[in-house]
DNA sequence: GCCGTTTTCGGCCCGACTGTTTTCAGTCG
């Protein structure tokens, strides 16, 4: 749905955000659908994904006059940016939602129902919104309608119920464990030759739709039978030899695609996705006369094959280098890949230290002894302890003469451990002004001073970014935490500009965090892609508050990954000594 | 509505599974 409550900008427009226009083409797509329009749909939804892709705010790419040069975007739909941006809504959609009823579009959120029984439910039995829908289920109206009966009647009801506890997607860091445990059952499984997770949760994306696994097995049915009937499954959506799906608890569905050995890599690069990834793909197959599917590479004539065992192979006969899952969003990616123009990624073990973790000092719930062995024991070369200063009260915030204290034992800890080291830091918080809300004289004597904002959230999008700016030009602020402070799925980001911050951190050789809480991931994907054109500094913190939270670095090297970082963009890829050389400067 | 090294017109991914209808339409990914 648009929002209503548009915020003013002091030129007197509207300020339209890429999230707000993707939302609309989103609609428009829906509505099309359902009026059985064809292409139009895919056409606006290509439209709305480019857009939500963007690492920059459409406003300034409308204002450069460059809107047709994003992948998706013709005349028409540029027209309608531009309509949107300028009037802060689309006549095109308002038109479309009085011609039917506003709850068909609701209907389509239930699993199995499409634009076509929608569209008949209405028309057939006026049925307008879920809630008749229910009435009618529970009446049995349903079966009036020819190609209905019992059993689809069933399936609606239980996808009503589905829908009503359906929450939202899950947070990668949440569902991922999960995932792993059910690939590591199939993996037990005799018949089992071989299984990976696929989808946007090998892609590492940050919420997570369901979870999609590929198994190749030498008996099928076998391995089908086996996972329907795995102790976390609740229901069973289908089984079949070739496809599989389930629901565990919390409402996750899982599917499993089971298929040949020998095509494995063919299935595992199609399922991987991104859908937009793969639409590419295929086209630069049909370019060469070739065929793109989940069982190879083909020729088309005759179905001569090219490659299917191992997605290498498929890129490097497309004339690609092997693009990592992490990339593969159809964010230019294909074309970096044709170039040899992709970054050398980021590894998930190059990360040498953690720079963000709590502990009893203020709202963490272990001992700095307790969060250093586990670090060491994760292979960390070293952890900053960045308790939260005095400002931050719900989180006990330290004191100066705490801070002091505090110094006092980590100096004691790094004398007694070895192999990993202590470093002495905080977090402090960044009042309204942009100023941390602990005395230079404590900051000074301080190993690493992370700033983050903790209050002041509705400040106007000019305050905050001059809030922001202050913080980074301060001397003694090392590394800006959680920069935009989105909660995702709960808490948008602060109004801020983002380009105009980036600059600063890159000018005043500031960190910008990649917070990897699973919550946060903030920067963003998309924002570490646009920090690294400024030459930003990035450092990956956890933020951990108990030892279980020390894994979650993993998330914060896949966000840098989507991103296109390198291990030069990160700081604590470098080893304590290399850290420190750069704090000096 | 978008797009272009077979193109400015005529394509647009396509296969698996389900229910019900006895041959397939609808949905999903």
């Known amino acids: 749905m648009q929002r209503q409550d548009h915020r003013r900008t002091g030129t007197g427009g509207t300020m339209v955000t890429n999230k707000d226009v993707a939302a609309i083409f989103r609609e428009m797509a829906d509505l099309l659908t359902l009026e059985g329009v064809a292409f139009k749909p895919q056409a606006y939804l290509r439209a709305a994904r480019a857009i939500t892709a963007l690492d920059e705010d459409i406003t300034a790419i409308a204002e450069r006059g460059e809107l047709e040069a994003i992948a998706g975007v013709g005349t028409a739909i540029a027209a309608k940016i531009t309509t949107i941006i300028d009037e802060g809504h689309l006549p095109a959609l308002d038109t479309l939602r009085n011609k039917q009823p506003s709850g068909l579009r609701d209907l389509m959120k ?36 020819k190609g209905f009966g019992a059993q689809s009647e069933k399936q609606i009801k239980e ?3 589905a829908l009503k506890g359906r929450t939202n997607r899950f947070l990668l860091g949440y569902i991922l464990p999960d995932a792993e445990t059910i690939e590591a059952q199939l993996r037990g499984h005799p018949a089992v030759l071989r299984v990976c997770l696929a989808g946007s949760i090998r892609r590492r994306k940050e919420t997570i739709g369901d979870v999609d696994i590929l198994v190749a097995a030498d008996d099928p049915d076998a391995v089908s039978a086996f996972f329907c009937s795995l ?3 609740q229901r069973v959506l289908m ?46 197959a049909i370019e060469r006369g070739w065929k793109l599917n989940e069982y190879g590479l083909f020729a088309r004539e005759g179905e001569t094959l090219i490659a299917r065992t191992h997605e290498e192979e498929i890129y490097r006969a497309l004339d690609l280098a092997f693009i990592p899952p992490e990339l593969r969003e159809n964010r230019g990616e294909v074309e970096a890949a044709a170039a040899g123009a992709l970054p050398t990624l980021i590894g998930y073990d190059a990360v040498k230290g953690d720079l963000h973790v ?9 001992t700095i002894r307790e969060m250093a062995e586990a670090a060491r024991e994760r292979g960390c070369e070293y952890i900053t302890i960045c308790d939260h200063s005095a400002g931050l009260a719900v989180a006990h915030g330290m004191t100066d003469d705490r801070i002091r204290e505090q110094g006092k034992e980590i100096a004691d800890l790094n004398r007694d451990l070895n192999d990993i080291t202590i470093l002495h830091g905080i977090e402090a918080n960044i009042d309204r002004d942009g100023n941390p809300d602990v005395r230079k004289e404590i900051l000074r004597d301080l190993d690493f001073v992370v700033a983050s904002i903790h209050s002041g959230f509705r400040q106007t999008k000019k305050e905050m970014t001059e809030r922001m700016q202050t913080a980074i030009h301060n001397d003694h602020i090392d590394m800006i935490g959680h920069p935009t402070g989105r909660l995702i799925q709960k808490r948008e980001p602060y109004a801020l500009d983002m380009d105009a911050v980036f600059e600063a951190a890159a000018a005043a050789n500031v960190l910008m965090e990649i917070n990897a809480f699973p919550s946060r991931l903030d920067l963003s994907d998309v924002h570490c892609r646009r920090a690294r054109t400024f030459g930003v500094m990035i450092g990956i913190g956890t933020d951990a508050h108990h030892t279980n939270h020390l894994g979650y670095l993993d998330f914060g090297v896949a966000v840098a990954r989507r991103g296109w970082l390198e291990e030069a963009d990160i700081l604590n890829t470098r080893t304590l000594a290399g850290l420190r050389k750069w704090l000096e400067t």
Do not use: C
């Not at 239930?110 to 289920?137: D, F, N, Q, W, Y």
């Open 159 to 161: 996808g009503i119920e």
């Open 358 to 366: 709590h502990t009893r000092w203020s709202d963490g719930a272990h």
């Open 110 to 145: 239930i699993e199995g129902i499409g634009p076509k029984t929608a569209r008949r439910l209405s028309t057939e039995l006026g049925i307008t919104s879920i809630e008749e829908l229910e009435t009618a289920v529970d009446q049995h109206r349903l079966r009036r309608m």
């Open 239 to 284: 089984q079949g030899p070739k496809r599989s799906s389930v629901v565990l608890a919390a409402d996750l569905h899982v599917d499993l695609r089971v298929v040949q050995e020998e095509a494995f890599g063919a299935a595992l690069q199609y399922f991987t996705g991104s859908k937009g990834h793969n639409i590419h793909l295929r086209q630069r």
């Open 231 to 233: 102790p976390e499954v």
